[in-house]
C-alpha cells in the first residue's frame, strides 16, 4: 500500500513537472495560433480600395491595411481593429462592410507572423507592432484622428486595452474578452492551472489595465463589453466579473445563445455598439 502510495507521488510530480516544461517551452505555440493570407486576399487588395500601411518590428517588414472613408472625406471617427489568436486582420472585412457610417475610416491591424508579417507573435511583440502600425498610419494619412476608437476581439481585447494606455482613445469595444491570462489558464486546467499560471511568460492582465484606466480618467470616454453567454472558449463570467469590478465605468452587453467567433448575430450587435459608441 505504501509503495503504490509513493508511486502515486512520484507520478503525480512527473505530471507536473512535465506540464510546467511543456507551458515553459510550447506555451506561445498554444497561445498563438498566426496563419498567412490566402492567395484570394491578394486579389481583393488589388480590387478594392483597401491600402497597405507597411512598417517594421524588429527588422521584420509587417503589413496593416487602411481602409478611407466611404465618403472620401476626411472621417469623422476612426477605428482601430485587432482581432483574436486565430484570426486575421481582414477577416474583418465582412463586418467593415455592413457598417452604414460612409464617413468612418478603419485600420486593421495584424500582430507579427500573422499574416503578411514577419516575426513572431508574444505580449511585448504584439504591443509593438500595433503601436508602429498606428504610428504608420500617420504618416501615411492627411490627418490626425479626432475621434479615435477602438475595438478587440477575444486577445485582441486584451491588445486594445494596451493600445489604449498608449494613445488617447475616445471610445473602447471589447468583444469576449478574458480577465487574464492567468485566468484563463486556470479555466482550461482546472487542476493544474494554479501551478501553472506561475510560469506564464505573456499574462495579458485585462482587469488590471481596465482598472488603471478607470483611475486615470483621461480621454477615454466610454469602456463597452460584449459577450455571448454560449462562449466555449472565453467563459461569460468573465465579462460579468469586468462589469462588476468596474460599475460606472464598463457598460455590459450579453448576448444570448451567441459564442465565442464573430457570427452574423454577433456582427450585427458589433455594428451597432459601434454606430452608439461613435455618436458620443
Known amino acids: 500500500m505504501v509503495d503504490m502510495l509513493i508511486r502515486l507521488v512520484k507520478l503525480a510530480i512527473v505530471l507536473l513537472l512535465g506540464g510546467c516544461i511543456i507551458l515553459l517551452v510550447f506555451q506561445r ?25 507597411e512598417y517594421k518590428v ?3 517588414t509587417q503589413v496593416a491595411f487602411y481602409i478611407p472613408a466611404a465618403s472620401l472625406s476626411e472621417p469623422t471617427h476612426l477605428w482601430v481593429m485587432f482581432g483574436g489568436n486565430g484570426a486575421l486582420a481582414l477577416d474583418w472585412l465582412n463586418l467593415v462592410s455592413e457598417y452604414p457610417d460612409p464617413d468612418a475610416a478603419f485600420l ?5 507572423g500573422y499574416g503578411y508579417n514577419g516575426g513572431n507573435p508574444t505580449l511585448e511583440h504584439n504591443m509593438e507592432g500595433v503601436n508602429a502600425a ?3 498610419f500617420l504618416k501615411t494619412v492627411s490627418y490626425e484622428p479626432n475621434n479615435l476608437n477602438v475595438v478587440g476581439h477575444s486577445l485582441g481585447a486584451a491588445i486594445a486595452l494596451g493600445f489604449t494606455q498608449v494613445h488617447k482613445v475616445d471610445q473602447l469595444l471589447l468583444l469576449s ?10 479555466h482550461l486546467f482546472p487542476y493544474s492551472g494554479k501551478w501553472l499560471s506561475p510560469l506564464l511568460l505573456d499574462k495579458y492582465q485585462v482587469g ?7 483611475n486615470t480618467q483621461g480621454r477615454l470616454k466610454r469602456v ?5 453567454d454560449n462562449d466555449d472558449i472565453v467563459p461569460v463570467t468573465m465579462s460579468r466579473e469586468l462589469a ?15 459564442g465565442h467567433n464573430i457570427d452574423e448575430e454577433y456582427s450585427q450587435q458589433v455594428v451597432k455598439s459601434m454606430l452608439e459608441l461613435s455618436q458620443h
Open 58 to 60: 524588429a527588422n521584420q
Open 208 to 214: 488590471s489595465v481596465l482598472t488603471q484606466l478607470q
Open 244 to 258: 462588476q469590478n468596474h460599475p460606472g465605468f464598463v457598460e455590459y452587453k450579453e448576448l444570448p445563445n451567441v
Open 134 to 136: 498606428y504610428a504608420a
Open 177 to 186: 474578452p478574458f480577465t487574464s491570462m492567468h485566468d484563463m489558464v486556470q
Open 224 to 228: 463597452k463589453v460584449i459577450h455571448g
Open 29 to 53: 505555440k498554444l497561445m498563438y495560433h498566426p496563419s498567412p493570407y490566402s492567395s484570394e486576399f491578394a486579389g481583393l487588395l488589388e480590387k478594392t480600395r483597401i491600402e497597405r500601411i
Open 108 to 112: 486593421l491591424v495584424d500582430y507579427p
